[in-house]
């Protein structure tokens, strides 16, 4: 099959409605893939966007190259420039591609597609990069076909196409392209394994770019199917969100316990440990009390009570108030880290103003359905974690005890409010 036929195949399955951006660099694989895209019938809108990195004198006159094709081929092209200031021993590669990235992802709509160049030799040299720096299942699938960017996708239609033929496509449709010289130095990774190592190895295996792109899809399907095993064991073990069953964790192999710490942690939008603290876990899972601290990783933490899991960001310190006055019931109260406030009956609520507002000491009790209740036993009736009652303010009118917010009325309260109805809320803010 031919490159334009496989392109205009992938294109076909897209929607009529999408626009599709080019990522053009002016060299030879985004131009073949420009030029083939600009030479076919399209039903969506074809435009072109041109990354001016600002990190070689040469960048202008790249600039004007790519307008000069994109004007031939009446393809309108948008220049975005980048300011990069890499920082003594960063990565310029990295930092590139990063910021690049970032501007392709602004520019994409809802339902835009962003195509770049990428073939199989780059996957190929993906590949061993990530096997070089012992990279996990899903970096050993190297590039996706397609993923999401931003409000859209990125498509790689050419990752099956080798560069042999890119370069017989240019040479037949004699395209003009650039070469960037930063291609040449051999102290980036990628070019050392292009101009050194991948020579010698498909020198002596000549199917050795197949082969390795062979390798990544079936390391893409491993990961896809691993993907949706951490999916199943985690509806298993979840009780609410941010919440699962130790029992059911305890219940996974070790390696799928593991799977399913990090898929939760990562759901919560939390950074995922490295895997000796997820060892650690595991361990304490053995050799925990209830309530225990069992792992804490740079802001967030995750803790023991009747048999859950419990992930949250890591608290705040207690206030070194432990007492004050609420006037103005309309209006929350800061305390601490925290803020409380009328949910309803503010009415009601206003006739009892001020009240004090104070932390827990120890030894309270509430008038609770004509019985004198502790306040740690109404907690643990409420199921508040024993790590958040330090936090939970109590509600005084004189020296009497009202209210625990999110938990219990006095009797007194509840004669003069529907029963059950929730009137007081309060929230611990994680640091």
């Not at 962003?114 to 996957?123: P, S, V, Y």
Request: a neutral charge.
């Amino acid at each position: 099959m031919s490159i334009s036929s496989q392109i205009q195949s992938q294109i076909q399955q897209l929607p009529e409605t999408s626009t599709l951006w080019v990522a053009y660099s002016g060299g030879l694989d985004s131009h073949v893939l420009l030029h083939s895209l600009a030479t076919m019938p399209l039903t969506q809108q074809l435009k072109a966007i041109h990354i001016h990195h600002g990190l070689q004198t040469v960048a202008d006159n790249w600039v004007k190259h790519c307008q000069h094709v994109c004007d031939e081929l009446g393809i309108a092209l948008e220049v975005v420039h980048l300011h990069l200031n890499p920082s003594t021993g960063e990565s310029i590669e990295a930092l590139a591609r990063t910021g690049r990235y970032r501007a392709f992802a602004a520019k994409l709509s809802a339902g835009d597609y962003l195509l770049t160049a990428q073939h199989a030799d780059d996957q190929a040299e993906t590949l061993l990069l990530q096997l070089l720096r012992g990279s996990s299942a899903a970096g050993l699938a190297a590039m996706p076909q397609q993923r999401a960017l931003g409000k859209g996708f990125l498509l790689r239609p050419l990752l099956t196409c080798s560069q042999a033929s890119l370069q017989a496509y240019a040479q037949a449709a004699q395209l003009q392209w650039i070469e960037d010289p930063s291609n040449q130095d051999l102290r980036f990774d990628r070019n050392y394994l292009r101009q050194q190592i991948m020579p010698l190895l498909t020198s002596r295996w000549q199917g050795a770019v197949k082969s390795l792109n062979r390798a990544a899809q079936h390391q893409a399907e491993h990961v896809q199917l691993l993907a949706e095993l951490t999916e199943a064991d985690y509806q298993h073990c979840l009780l609410a969100q941010r919440r699962l069953s130790l029992s059911a964790v305890e219940g996974l192999s070790d390696i799928r316990q593991r799977h399913v710490l990090r898929y939760w942690i990562q759901q919560a939008g939390f950074p995922s440990p490295n895997q000796a603290r997820l060892h650690n876990l595991q361990a304490s899972f053995n050799q925990r009390t209830d309530t225990q601290l069992l792992l804490q990783w740079q802001d967030y933490e995750i803790r023991c009570y009747r048999g859950a899991l419990y992930l949250q960001q890591q608290l705040p310190a207690l206030p070194q108030q432990q007492t004050w006055l609420w006037q103005d019931l309309s209006q929350p109260l800061i305390i601490g880290a925290g803020e409380l406030r009328i949910k309803a009956n503010l009415s009601t609520w206003q006739t009892l103003a001020p009240l004090t507002v104070r932390l827990r000491q120890g030894g309270e009790r509430l008038r609770y359905y004509r019985q004198e209740k502790t306040v740690k036993n109404l907690l643990q009736q409420a199921d508040i974690a024993p790590w958040l009652r330090p936090y939970l303010p109590l509600l005084y009118q004189g020296d009497e005890l009202i209210a625990i917010p999110d938990v219990a009325l006095c009797d007194r309260l509840h004669k003069a409010m529907p029963a059950g109805l929730v009137s007081l809320s309060f929230q611990v803010q994680a640091r």
